[in-house]
């Protein structure tokens, strides 16, 4: 069991999973990004670093970590999201439209969104791999 009980060493953990799932290439990182493990290490990570602020009365920290936990405000992150996406054609036009959600839903941890919103991922999905 891992326990990480300092604020800092868990924001570095944070910064690590942001790096590998939304600022490195999707041909280099693999599956990593598309990872169902490594969303669930992602919004488990997410969730306890707003506890701790909690925990360390730094209320404003976690209020700007919950904010902030929109897919939709963040158009880098959503770039890379398309990015896999695109990178995963062959899975992708194969799987059913649950599984292009799931997928989308695992790409997108630790940040949350609306059914409208991932819909409408799904379909520009659709488009980026129709596209080559």
């Known amino acids: 069991m ?12 944070l910064e690590v999973l942001w790096t590998v799932k939304f600022d490195v290439n999707p041909q280099e990182t ?3 990004g598309g990872s ?18 909690r925990k360390n009365l730094r209320e404003d920290i976690a209020q700007e970590l919950e904010r902030n936990r ?13 990015s896999h996406i695109k990178h995963s054609k062959s899975s992708w036009k194969n799987w059913t439209t649950e599984q292009k959600k799931q997928y989308v839903q695992i790409l997108f941890s630790p940040y949350k ?11 520009k999905g659709d488009f980026l791999n129709e596209e080559n």
């Open 70 to 82: 929109s897919i939709e405000k963040r158009s880098f992150e959503l770039e890379a999201v398309y």
């Open 2 to 13: 891992l326990i990480i009980d300092d604020f800092y060493l868990l924001n570095a953990l």
């Open 30 to 32: 693999g599956a990593i």
């Open 113 to 123: 969104t609306t059914d409208d919103f991932l819909n409408s991922v799904v379909e």
């Open 36 to 53: 169902p493990f490594v969303a669930e290490i992602y919004n488990r990570t997410y969730e306890e670093m707003i506890l701790m602020a």
